[in-house]
């Protein structure tokens, strides 16, 4: 019994485009989702989505089918996520949430309800200093952290995608939660 | 309990991972140490703070910087789609013969071979004279005769018949699930073959298959 992800695979190694297709479909929105929760940048969260749906199909056969699809997916897109946060200036990403948090996401943590122009002053003050914070966070820990919330994957699969233990894993997972700790001890 | 120990657990706990025993000696530890409490509730805002951060829903890719307008995610499954290079569509196969030209030539031929073998053999039930000189060849029936004085120039090849050759064959003479009678005059320039089981025919296609290639 084989995944409908390699099901898909296969087909599309044969050359059926509607197949790739649909394990795009499958997968765009989680990978743009975690690339833009490591990058903090629509358009390089959108390149790094195509850019892994470009590997997946140039080696689509070189996909282990032992391997869960998602895990080898995941593991590409990570690694493209971690090549362009070690490739940026180190000033960048203190600058980043200036460039692309305002907008849509900035106050969708509360419900639109309760929202009055004095809580989305203060909300936005908070959530500015928690963004600054993420974008501060090392690569290592954040890849852990995206890929545990929004992705919830357990700690072993995040080993799998990752290529570590698990006990490598969950020290990032606590290290990266006291760097977070100290840089928010401010508003906690 | 130290307090080392103890914000290893909380760390454990928030994870999901610390042992119901271990969570009670926890608990017990953060009611006697007041530090610990502030930085066991430091560390649940953080982690539900981060959780927050990280799973804010956004869309897919909206509206965020001028000049471009909000796009569906249908169109970067189409944008996607429109990147990946176009060379194998319908190829797949292409790769195959490329990793394994030896095993596909021979897979190819033999399924040429067994295709047309299946087919040829499926529907001769009828007289089938061929060769490069049949004009003075005389066909009776299921009969092929070469009459005697006659010379055929090049091959002859019968099947399903009898081939009575009296006369002379100046290149092979091949009779394929037939019989083969030679009177005192005949004479057979070339070889002279009888085939009658189906294995042996199927080599004499091949053989003929890959002569005719070679020319
Ligand atoms: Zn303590």
């Known amino acids: 019994m084989i995944s409908i992800e390699a099901r898909l695979a296969r087909m599309a190694l044969r050359g059926d485009q509607e197949a790739f297709a649909e394990i795009v479909g499958l997968y765009q929105e989680k990978l743009y989702h975690m690339a833009y929760r490591m990058l903090s940048n629509r358009q390089e969260a959108e390149d790094v989505v195509q850019d892994t749906f470009l590997r997946v199909y140039n080696n689509l056969d070189r996909y282990d089918e032992t391997m869960k699809f998602s895990t080898w997916i995941y593991r590409i897109a990570t690694n493209l996520c971690i090549d362009r946060l070690r490739k940026r200036k180190p000033s960048y990403s203190l600058d980043a949430e200036s460039s692309d948090h305002e907008g849509l996401d900035g ?6 309800d309760d929202r009055t122009p004095e809580s989305e002053t203060l909300l936005s003050e908070t959530q500015r200093i928690i963004h600054q914070a993420m974008d501060t966070l090392p690569a290592k820990y954040k890849s852990v952290m995206v890929l545990r919330y929004l992705q919830e994957l357990s700690l072993q699969e995040i080993g799998d995608v990752l290529g570590m233990p698990v006990t490598t894993v969950k020290t990032r997972v606590h290290r990266g939660r006291e760097f977070l700790r100290k840089k928010l001890e401010r508003v906690l | 309990m130290e307090c080392k120990v103890a914000i290893l657990w909380m760390h454990e706990y928030l994870d999901d991972d610390l042992p ?4 009670i000696q926890l608990k017990e530890h953060l009611l006697s140490c007041p530090e610990c409490r502030m930085r066991f509730e430091q560390l649940k805002r953080t ?4 959780q927050a951060a990280i799973t804010e829903r956004i869309t897919i890719p909206v509206a965020a910087s001028a000049g471009r307008s909000a796009v569906s995610s249908a169109s970067l499954t189409n944008r996607i789609m429109q990147k990946l290079p176009q060379q194998r569509r319908k190829q797949g196969w292409m790769r ?3 990793n394994h030209p030896a095993v596909t030539v021979a897979a190819v031929f033999v399924f040429v071979m067994m295709t047309s073998f299946l ?5 001769s039930s009828e007289l089938i004279v061929s060769g490069s000189d049949l004009q003075h060849v ?15 120039n090049g091959d002859l090849t019968v099947e399903n018949g009898r081939a009575d050759i009296r006369g002379e064959v100046q290149g092979n003479l091949t009779v394929i699930d037939g019989s083969l009678q030679l009177a005192s005059t005949a004479k057979i320039v070339g070889e002279n073959r009888e085939i009658n089981q189906a294995l042996d025919w199927l080599w004499f296609k091949v053989t003929k298959t890959v002569s005719g290639l070679a020319y």
């Open chain 2, 138 to 152: 005389v066909i009776d029936g299921d009969t092929v005769i070469v009459p005697a004085g006659v010379q055929v």
């Open chain 2, 96 to 98: 195959f013969v490329r």
């Open chain 2, 20 to 23: 119901r025993d271990d969570v």
């Open chain 2, 47 to 50: 982690e539900a703070f981060a």
């Open chain 1, 107 to 112: 106050y969708s943590m509360i419900p639109s």
């Open chain 2, 119 to 123: 087919a040829m053999w499926g529907q």
